[in-house]
């Protein structure tokens, strides 16, 4: 996705920072996002569409309804966010399509779906989540389970054990599906379960799937939790590797555990990467390519 600050768009449209924040309080739109330090980033796509149409109208009105019903280019994340904002389930619908027509599942749902749930009011401990919050979560959390069910069926030896700490309702177990999503496509045997599942009884699924590697994800604070479900899935002779996926366990420099990095996409090449370099039998694994970059 890409994305610009205020000043670059500004000189692209060939006006003032302030007229700029004038038509976004004025239009909503173009409709920028917001950093997490509260600074405007505008998609490209939304800027050069509204150009065109404020080259052809000479009217900030008129522009801004022809780029609009013209459509902004290629989907992005602030308009599906503004369709889940609405409950408009079909434009989210469409959306969605538009972009798999031009990007690949993974890339839709990293640069599309989860962004746009990301920049949506997920309220506090004591308010909990609000409505619009609350619909994109299901929408977003029902569209990965439907891709799931139609992902290829796998075609390597290797199977991978995601031990999953993030709460309902949370952004983060968006992260999880993805990351599920992108194993399966990439043809690995996966399986997640939830971090309180009784190590105990682990023992079927660790049969069934022989993992050869496990990833611990979700909130750090269940750390224990974490150490008792890889000891039980490395018992006997089974040699696992053990893999972070968006910082569940803390970075203390002291750490065996291997970081995938925070997006879907990067974490499956460098696990797949990380396991193919475990059957070529490499002793001193190479850097995920997240790290690499």
Known sequence: MSVI?????AAILGVSPNTLRSW???FSYPRPRRTQGGHRQYEIAEIEALRE???ETHNISSAVSLARERGEGPSTASRLQDALGRFDELKADRLMEESLALRSVERTVEELLIPAVETL?????????GPEYQFAWRYSAGWLAAALRVAPPAHRDEGVLVFDASDPFHVESLHVQALELALRRAGLRTLVLPVNVDPARLGRALRALD???VVLTGRPSQLDAFGRLVYGARGGDRQVAVFDFRGAV???GASTVTRLGDGAVAARDALVEALEDRRLGVSAPRAPAAARG
């Open 53 to 55: 149409a404020f080259a």
């Open 211 to 213: 993992p050869a590697a």
């Open 250 to 252: 803390p970075d203390t």
């Open 121 to 129: 009011d997920a309220g506090d401990a004591e308010a909990g989540p």
């Open 5 to 9: 600050r205020t000043n670059a768009a």
């Open 24 to 26: 976004e309080r004025r």
